[in-house]
């Protein structure tokens, strides 16, 4: 079965440091990767997505992630936050075809909290 | 364009009502998907529709149903509604085929009291 790790419920970062958030997943397949940020009482907002390619992966809002096949990881990161930042980041898995009979699976969410 | 909208935003029902929620996808978006999302917790996939019929079906009781229209707009229906069910329900829109992410829209957030 597939599922999604999210280690680290709550982060604070100081506003202008870096950021990394860590997601692991395990997937019977080729995996297709994304990141989610919902703000309270939101939709989703799609960060950026792996599907296939280079590795490290470039996303909205000066976010990147990078594939680590050998470690089933997909972690995300910023140079430097901002307060707006500050939100709930959601890693997801999806099978390949990017649709289907399993549809996507979270992981329990990281709360970001950004110190002035 | 317009996104993937909701409606109702938010709604309150009575343990054992039943409810009807609605969504329209992205124009050219013919798949559709829904996740319930309880408070604290990330999206847990439902059912996802493309061209009118059921793609998949997650782990929920037979209570919650839905159905896609010509058009392309979804409905999904719960009832018999439990204490259990308030979450915040999520509808996503994507083109079919590789490569394409999920488009969320804003949610209804449903309280059964």
């Known amino acids: 079965a597939q599922s999604v790790t999210q280690p680290d419920i709550h982060i604070t970062v100081s506003e202008g440091a870096s950021l990394e958030l860590r997601c692991n997943y395990s997937y019977g397949a080729t995996p297709y990767l994304f990141w989610y940020v919902q703000s309270p009482g939101q939709g989703l907002q799609l960060l950026l997505k792996y599907f296939s390619g280079d590795t490290l992966v470039q996303g909205i809002k000066g976010f990147e992630a990078e594939f680590k096949r050998s470690q089933s990881s997909f972690n995300l990161r910023k140079p430097s936050v901002h307060w707006s930042d500050a939100a709930e980041y959601f890693c997801a898995v999806g099978p390949y075809s990017g649709g289907g009979a399993d549809g996507l699976t979270f992981g329990k969410g990281t709360h970001l909290i950004i110190q002035p | 364009d317009a996104g993937v909208t909701q409606s109702p935003t938010h709604l309150i029902k009575t343990r054992g009502q039943q409810v009807t929620l609605r969504c329209s996808p992205i124009s050219g978006h013919k798949s559709v998907s829904w996740y319930q999302q309880v408070l604290g917790q990330g999206p847990q996939f439902i059912f996802q529709?493309?061209?009118?019929?059921?793609?998949g079906r997650g782990n929920f009781p037979d209570r919650f149903s839905a159905r896609q229209f010509p058009n392309y707009s979804s409905e999904l229906n719960v009832n018999a509604l439990l204490l259990g069910d308030s979450a915040l329900y999520l509808c996503a829109s994507s083109l079919e085929g590789q490569g394409h992410g999920y488009t969320f829209g804003s949610g209804t957030r449903l309280t059964v009291v």
């Open positions: 529709y493309y061209e009118k019929e059921e793609r």
